[in-house]
């Protein structure tokens, strides 16, 4: 039988188009997936969009449509431009759908049934760019530092989910499992704020006319990150999450605790599988300036494809900034690296074995041949690297093999006039390029595809075809 994968991203918010951050993380969750498809894999990749906001709600206010037009209109634009960016998702979620909120009002009966939800009054401060309650102590001179704004005071009857039960349990949780949550340092922040004690949360918001009802009380809508975290079984199912609960959940940073803490503690309740592992990545600058609507700095990933293509995009932004760390985007810096390591590097490369191989191609080869080694060698230390979402560093040990590669052929340049040393030297390089596209295929899949269509291997006549085509990388 087949091994199963099952990755996530987070569901976005549909108030806004996707920025470069992002893309950021659901391309690292892209690679991911085509990784472990790579591998023989049955592979689950799930991404969608967060609706029962009172985002939506202002958002459609602003434009001047109905809320479900709106939602409708902003789900597509996260669609095609997941599709713009190559995103090979399996499937992609609404929680507006039927088949989300048939599972929220599940889980919330389960929950109910093991007495864990309860009604209450809650009064304190609640920020609405966070969809979050807040304490005192969040705020930096009374406003959230996140959004800059002052959060509101509200009292209403709510209910309650009881959070606090499930302390030790979570730290049971993260003590039996060193690698749930990545990067340590983050992973250590968790630890430490459940060890400070925690607080039964709200779970439900009241005079709301957006969202999904309370089962058997619908004065009141289940409140929105509840929702949320529900659609990874939504998606697949509670038979299927019982199953085979998410292998990972890819996130960025400032959602970790919804994550971490919160759902763990859900599904708990629900007697549930809980997932295997919460990785998260770092927050973005522009030029060294926070993205921010107001400043009006959020890049559109899409502008940045059409200059200079999705592979460069996708190569760019696991190459520049490692996984887990906050990152500064630069345009200027990605014209670098497409003009060093791509147009120069690997497309140059490319180009350099296509014309000299054309001329003696087809090559004999087979599989005994002593690069072959190489092959696996080279696998090895990847493989350890991709699977622990080290992408950058993946990446540097394709980009080493590309400068090896390239040194060879100018070293062997002399002997490239001779019939039968030619074809050998030649061949050398065919082989390492079979490497180097494998392992960039999760990253560049456009681009290893065209590398293969130049320099192709015949399994049954055990030959090499070489074609040389278009430059894979023209300089900018
Ligand atoms: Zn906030």
């Known amino acids: 039988m087949k091994n199963k994968f099952y990755i996530t991203t987070p569901i976005y918010y549909v108030n806004d188009r996707p920025h470069i951050g992002h893309a950021y993380t659901t391309i690292a969750a892209d690679v991911s997936a085509r990784y472990h498809r790579t591998k023989g894999e049955d592979v689950i990749f799930l991404t969608g969009t967060d609706e029962n906001s009172q985002k939506t709600v202002e958002g459609a206010k602003k434009s ?31 929680t507006t759908e039927e088949r989300h909120v048939k599972t929220v009002q599940e889980i919330w009966k389960r929950i109910w049934d093991n007495g864990d939800i309860y009604k209450g ?48 349990d979570l730290l049971k949780l993260y003590g039996d499992n060193p690698n749930f949550v990545t990067p340590e340092g983050r992973f250590h922040e968790v630890k430490s704020f459940v060890e400070r004690g925690l607080e039964d949360i709200s779970i439900s918001r009241e005079k709301q006319e957006w969202g999904i009802p309370v089962p058997n009380d619908n004065k009141h809508v289940i409140y929105v990150w509840f929702d949320a975290l529900i659609n990874y079984i939504s998606a697949i199912g509670i038979d299927g999450w019982q199953k085979h609960p998410a292998d990972v959940h890819a996130i960025g940073k400032d959602i970790i ?16 599988p809980l997932p295997k592992r919460i990785v998260t990545n770092g927050f973005f600058t522009i030029d060294g300036v926070k993205i921010s609507k107001s400043l009006g700095n959020a890049i559109d990933p899409l502008d940045l494809a059409k200059k200079y293509g999705v592979d460069a995009l996708r190569y760019f932004l696991l190459r ?37 191989g054309e001329k003696v191609s087809p090559i004999k080869y087979n599989y005994t041949h002593p690069l072959h080694k190489l092959l696996k060698e080279a696998h090895e230390e990847y493989d350890y690297k991709i699977s622990t979402f080290r992408f950058d560093e993946a990446l540097e040990i394709g980009w080493k093999r590309i400068a090896q590669s390239d040194a060879a052929l100018s070293v062997d340049q002399p002997w490239y006039k001779e019939g039968s040393e030619r074809a050998e030297k030649i ?50």
């Not at 609640?126 to 102590?137: N, Q, T």
């Not at 065919?430 to 960039?440: A, F, K, N, S």
Request: some cysteine.
């Open 64 to 94: 001047g449509e109905d809320v479900k037009t709106y939602a409708d209109r902003l789900a597509a634009i996260w669609k095609s431009t997941w599709e713009a960016l190559n995103i090979g998702n399996t499937d992609f979620i609404r």
């Open 121 to 168: 009054k809650y009064e304190g401060l609640y920020c609405k760019g966070h969809e979050a309650f807040m304490k005192e102590v969040d705020l930096v001179d009374g406003v959230c530092s996140d959004h800059k704004t002052k959060p509101e005071w509200i009292a209403e009857d709510n209910y309650f989910f009881k959070l606090k039960k499930y302390e030790k």
């Open 257 to 272: 605790r919804f994550h971490a803490v919160i759902w763990p503690a859900m599904l708990m309740s629900a007697k549930l």
């Open 320 to 356: 520049e900034i490692p996984y887990g760390e906050d990152g500064d985007f630069s345009e200027v810096k990605l014209k670098e690296r497409y003009n060093a390591d791509l147009a120069n590097g690997l497309g140059n490369l490319v180009a350099r074995v296509a014309t000299l």
């Open 427 to 476: 061949l050398s390089r065919c082989i390492e390029l079979v490497i180097i596209t494998d392992l960039l295929e999760p990253f560049l899949p456009e681009t290893a595809q065209k590398i293969k269509d130049q320099i192709s291997y015949d399994r049954t006549n055990k030959v090499f075809h070489i074609k040389k085509t278009e430059n894979l990388f023209p300089r900018k």
